[in-house]
């Protein structure tokens, strides 16, 4: 269990890392769009996305338990 949430980790990590080099040069543009946003959209997509996370491991844990 512990090598799956390193792993998780790790992977979290890596994939923030590539879209911050790849967005390096637009990220000041990409800044401004978001800070236009409603916080309340950004806290109920966010809020979304935690969900479905959280039902993708829930359900990768049910229906692949070794």
């Known amino acids: ?6 792993i998780s980790i790790g992977l979290v990590l890596i994939i923030e890392g ?12 990409l800044l401004n769009i978001i800070s236009a ?3 309340q959209t ?5 809020a979304f996305c935690a969900l ?4 993708l491991i829930y359900f990768t844990f049910k229906y692949y338990d070794n």
């Open 42 to 46: 950004i806290k109920n997509v966010s």
């Open 37 to 39: 946003i409603n916080p």
């Open 52 to 55: 479905m996370g959280l039902c």
């Open 18 to 29: 590539i879209l911050y080099f790849l967005l390096a040069n637009n990220l000041n543009k």
């Open 1 to 6: 269990m512990p090598e799956i949430i390193l």
